[in-house]
């Protein structure tokens, strides 16, 4: 009994310390900086789809609006899911110098929880939201 308690002590003096080491914080997501995200992916995809369509038809004939129309929705349609395909694994996808790489090919090992890097430091935002915001850009280009 005389042993035991200062071992247990001694083992007490060398636990408790690392006990009280700072952890750090869970990144937080600003939820102002992911409504702003959204709000700027639906003005581009209006500005691609109806707004760009609308453009390129008033400069053909009437007779030829619907195929102008249908072939602005087909070419943003193809592009977005050739930018979920690998587009988006090329352009952000690895740590490559020109061409990321296809790490994230049919955006594997995203997840719900996944947070894209900003140009800002400690700034992030769901790594969906920003696949979708950058596949609109991608999709209006080739329109």
């Known amino acids: 009994m005389k042993k035991l308690l200062p071992m247990l002590l001694a083992a007490g003096a060398v636990a408790l310390p690392g006990m009280s080491w700072a952890q750090e914080a869970a990144i937080e997501v600003n939820k102002g900086d992911v409504a702003w995200m959204m709000t700027s992916t639906l003005l581009v995809l209006f500005m691609a789809l109806p ?6 038809g008033g400069l053909v004939r009437s007779k030829n609006m619907l195929s102008v129309l249908m072939q602005v ?8 899911v050739l930018w979920a395909v690998y587009g988006y694994s090329l352009a952000f996808g690895g740590e490559g110098t020109i061409i990321a790489g296809l ?3 049919f955006l594997k090992g995203i997840t719900m929880d996944s947070l894209a890097d900003t140009f800002t430091d400690n700034v992030k935002l769901p790594e969906y ?15």
């Open 51 to 56: 707004g760009l369509a609308l453009f390129y």
């Open 73 to 80: 929705m087909v070419v943003f349609s193809l592009i977005s």
């Open 103 to 105: 790490d994230k090919m």
């Open 129 to 143: 939201l920003f696949i979708a915001f950058q596949c609109t850009f991608a999709g209006i280009t080739c329109a």
